[in-house]
C-alpha cells in the first residue's frame, strides 16, 4: 500500500486522478449496463472528459520526468476537471430548477459530437437520456451531482499538483 506521503506527492496526485476518472467511466459504463440507465449527451461529455483526463494522467505519468514537468502537466488536467465541473453543475442546475427542459435549445456542435461518437461506440457514448431527469439517486444525490462532487475533487487535487513546490 502506498504511504500517505505519495498520495499527497504531484505524481501520486495526478495518478489518483487519472484512476479515478477511469474508474467513474468504468462505473457509469456498469451501472447504465445493470440499471438499464439512460444516459445523456451532458452525461456523456463528461464521460468523455473523465477519459481525457484518465489519458493526460497517463501521459503526464510516463513523459513528465522533473517535477517542474510534472506540475505543469497537472495545468491541462486542471482545466479538464474544471471544464467537467462546469458542465455537471449545468445538468445540476437543469435536473433541480429546470425539469423536462433538453440539455440545450438547439443542437450545438458537442452534441452532434457526442451524437457520433455514439454512432461509433454506442456501448460507451450512446446518449438516450433527457438532461434534466435526474434517474437513478444514491444518497439523495443524482449521478449529476455526484459528477460535479468528483470533478471538483479532481480540479482541487489538480490545483494542489500544480502549486506543488517540493515532492514529498
Sequence with gaps: MPSPSFLFSTRGLIGATGLTAFGLVAGGVVLAQTMNLAACPLCI???MLYL?????ASLALSLAR??????????PMLATALIGAGIAAYQTWLQRFAKGVSCTADQPWWEHFVNWAGSQWPLLFEASGLCSEAGWRFLG???AEWSLAAFTAMSVAMLAAFLK????
Design 52 to 56: 481525457l483526463l484518465a489519458l493526460e
Design 165 to 168: 513546490r517540493k515532492d514529498a
Design 141 to 143: 444525490l443524482s449521478i
Design 45 to 47: 461529455l463528461q464521460r
Design 66 to 75: 522533473t517535477a517542474t514537468a510534472k506540475r505543469l502537466a497537472a495545468l
